[in-house]
């Protein structure tokens, strides 16, 4: 089984792809070429690609024309727009029919290496459902949520089943310094009026 990246360069100038296959196979990306839009239609029928670079201006089918085209047949398969004509129109109409990039010429390998590198990796990060993004994203939260009220409510817990147990004692306590609380305020009291009688006398 091939596990390595499987990319489509297509570009009526031949050494366009041999660039991009020289920079990109160093880099574990196997690379197929096509000098035409049509040749690149009849390549996609049969392989699965993981990026497409096509050229804007070729003869016959323009670039413009292979994105409408591979997107309407394989939408999941994204598509940078290699351009000598770098025209805002053409950029606008290219992302309108679905281009996921642009590349400009001249090509150095360090545009090419890096525009792959970030066209493959949207491309992985768009494929994650929305609910596992979600899912991923709430989890941890709550699980510190939870971890910060355990330690609160086993307190308030031991506090509750203390007051429990304590109650009866409590109320027991009171019963039996009532009548020491009532002896003590009779004699406060008679010792006042005592006290009273004998200033008046």
Known sequence: MNTKLQVLVIDDDAVVGRSFDRVLSEKGYEVSTALSGEEALDSINEHDYDVVFTDIKMPGMDGLEVTERIKSRCPW?????ITGYGTQENE???????????????????MIENITLKTVSDAAKAEVPAQDVEHMVEEPEAVNVNEA???????????????FFASPFIALGYVIALPFVG???????????????????
């Open 149 to 163: 009220e355990a330690p609160k409510r086993a307190n308030s817990m031991a506090k509750n089943i203390g007051l």
């Open 92 to 110: 606008a109409r290219a992302s309108v029919l679905g281009a996921n990039g642009f590349v400009r010429k001249p090509l150095t390998p360090e």
């Open 183 to 201: 002896f003590y305020m009779f004699a406060k009291l008679g010792h006042e009026a005592y006290s009273k009688r004998h200033t008046n006398s």
């Open 77 to 81: 398969t994204p598509v940078v727009v």
